[in-house]
């Protein structure tokens, strides 16, 4: 077989809007890990809030966590780390607050915020954009609650973060409205900063990394590491922050909720997140249809 290793994004392709893995999407990674095939999770989350999902759903993987930023072997060790230098971050927060966007830091030790109440209201949002049918008292709880597993600190001010030598910003993730205008000025003038990675992972955030730091550099880490070409590599996603990844791998495959743009860049096209389209794909791949 062709394929030895799958990649899959979580939000929007892997898990399903309830935020879980289904049973379909859990069966057919099983069949693909019993198969020899390496299977990892390739993530614009923290590993706080990655890796419990896949537990709960028994599987064991390797993790490409916060777009590329750490690495994280099969037993949860980190074997690698790429953070934002200092000098950038100082450039960074000016440019979100100036255009009064929440945001947020993931680093080393997690996330943390200025506001609690703004990003349960961020999250809210958030979840409405990738499921449509959830109720706006629907978004508010499954928000809620998202915050209770995920570990995020509530700080006065970010300087208490950034003057911490222990600590490294791995990522800043802004969520505002949905293309809302102020996120696209925001987002043009930090790529004009240089010497970050600027994309998004739905309509209505930014997210910026070390240049360096994104899925499809990482991925090529750990492809270099297990001694597999990229050519024998499938990589699913569904939105911007997949692009490095789709573009680096022999299969790349979008999901068929993907942004239109993320389509034009995959070789096929699998159902949606909330129809099993891991599975579809899996299945299709293990038959050896897909190559």
């Not at 893995?21 to 990674?29: G, P, R």
Request: aromatic share 4%; net charge negative.
């Amino acid at each position: 077989m062709m394929i030895q290793l799958i990649a899959s994004d979580m939000d929007g392709t892997l898990l399903n809007g309830e935020m879980e893995i289904s049973e379909a999407n859990i069966t057919a990674i099983k069949k693909a890990q019993a198969a020899g095939i390496e299977f990892v999770v390739a993530t614009g989350r923290a590993i706080e809030e990655a890796k419990p999902i896949l537990d709960a759903a028994n599987i064991r993987c390797r993790f490409i966590t916060s777009n590329g930023a750490q690495i994280f072997d099969a037993t949860g060790q980190n074997t690698f780390t790429l953070a934002i230098e200092t000098d950038k971050i100082a450039k960074i927060i000016p440019v979100l607050r100036q255009h009064q966007i929440y945001f947020e830091l993931f680093t080393n030790q997690g996330g943390f915020t200025e506001n609690l109440a703004d990003r349960i209201a961020s999250v809210a949002n958030w979840l409405k954009s990738i499921s449509p049918n959830l109720s706006e008292a629907q978004a508010f709880e499954n928000a809620k609650s998202h915050m209770s597993t995920l570990p995020i600190s509530h700080v006065d001010s970010f300087d208490s973060v950034l003057e911490n030598p222990e600590i490294k910003v791995l990522k800043v993730f802004a969520i505002g409205e949905v293309n809302g205008a102020n996120l696209r000025l925001a987002k043009a003038e930090l790529a004009q900063i240089g010497g970050l990675h600027v994309t998004s992972s739905g309509a209505n955030n930014i997210e910026v990394n070390h240049i360096e730091a994104h899925k499809g550099a990482s991925l090529e880490k750990m492809t270099d590491m297990l001694g597999v070409s990229l050519q024998h590599v499938a990589a699913l996603g569904d939105n911007f922050n997949d692009v490095s990844m789709l573009e680096a791998v022999g299969l790349s495959i979008a999901m068929e909720n993907a942004e239109a743009a993320v389509k034009t860049v995959a070789k096929r096209v699998t159902l949606t997140n909330t129809d099993n389209g891991v599975a579809h794909a899996i299945t299709h791949i293990l038959a050896g249809e897909w190559q």
